[in-house]
C-alpha cells in the first residue's frame, strides 16, 4: 500500500525566511502533485510533477521530484504572510491510478 | 471552464440518519473521485470512477456508504445509516486524463456535521 508521508506537519516561519517541506512516498510513482487548502476552503492545485528530476516554480513557490529517492521538495523563498496555508502532496500509484495524500503541512508565516 | 460542482455545502443530520451528497464534474472529465477529509488530517479516498465502472473501492465502507455514477457523469454518495465519526468534509475531483497531464480538480467540498 503506498504511504505518503510529509513533514514537518507544523511550521511557524518569519516573513522573509526561505524553507522546505518534504514529502516522501514509499512506491514506485511517476506523477506527484502538490496542493494548497485555506481553513475551510478547497484543494487548490499548485504543481503537477510528471518526471524525474522535474522542477517547477510558481512566485515563491517551487516543486522538485526524485522519482529515484520518492521525494518530493516544496521550497518557499522569502515567505510572505499569503502563504499561510496547509499544503499537501498526493501520489498516484503506479499500478492502480489510486492518488493518496501526504498528512499534510500547516504553514504559518510570522509578520 | 466550470468547475466541479458539489451540494449541499453544509449539512447537519442526527447519527443513525442518511445523507446524499451529489457531485457534477467538470465536462468531459473520465475520472471521478469521492475524498473523505476529517478536520486537521489530508482527504481519504473513498471511491475511484473511471466512466460509470469502479475502479477502486476498497476504503470505502460499504455496510453503511455506497455511490453510483450514471452514464458515467454525475455522482451520488449516501450514507446510511450515519455515524459520528462520519463528521467530515467530503470532496468530489475529477480528471481528464486520469492526471496525467493537467491533474485534479476538486470541489468545495460538502461538510457533514453527525450529532
Known amino acids: 500500500e503506498l504511504k505518503v508521508e510529509q513533514n514537518p506537519l507544523f511550521l511557524s516561519m518569519q516573513e522573509g525566511k526561505n524553507y522546505t517541506i518534504y514529502c516522501n512516498y514509499s512506491t514506485t510513482s511517476d506523477r506527484l502533485y502538490w496542493y494548497r487548502q485555506d481553513p475551510g476552503k478547497s484543494l487548490e492545485s499548485l504543481f503537477v510533477?510528471?518526471?524525474?528530476?522535474a522542477v517547477k516554480q510558481e512566485g515563491r513557490l517551487m516543486a522538485s521530484l526524485d522519482t529515484k529517492a520518492r521525494l518530493s521538495t516544496l521550497h518557499i523563498t522569502a515567505a510572505v504572510h499569503d502563504l499561510s496555508a496547509t499544503y499537501f502532496c498526493?501520489?498516484?500509484?503506479?499500478?492502480?491510478?489510486?492518488?493518496?495524500f501526504g498528512t499534510g503541512t500547516r504553514l504559518t508565516i510570522i509578520p | 471552464e466550470a468547475g466541479v460542482a458539489q451540494s449541499p455545502r453544509y449539512k447537519i443530520i442526527e447519527k443513525r440518519q442518511s445523507v446524499a451528497f451529489w457531485c457534477n464534474p467538470i465536462s468531459g472529465h473520465a475520472t471521478l473521485y469521492w475524498y473523505q477529509q476529517i478536520l486537521g488530517q489530508g482527504p481519504k479516498l473513498l471511491i475511484q470512477f473511471q466512466n460509470n465502472g469502479v475502479v477502486d473501492d476498497s476504503q470505502l465502507p460499504k455496510d453503511r456508504f455506497s455511490a453510483e455514477r450514471l452514464k458515467g457523469v454525475d455522482s451520488t454518495l449516501k450514507i446510511q445509516p450515519a455515524k459520528l465519526e462520519d463528521s467530515a468534509v467530503y470532496l468530489c475531483a475529477s480528471s481528464f486524463d486520469r492526471g496525467t497531464f493537467y491533474g485534479y480538480t476538486f470541489g468545495s467540498g460538502t461538510r457533514l456535521t453527525v450529532v
Open positions: 510533477l510528471l518526471s524525474n528530476g
Open positions: 498526493a501520489v498516484v500509484n503506479f499500478g492502480n491510478e489510486k492518488l493518496t
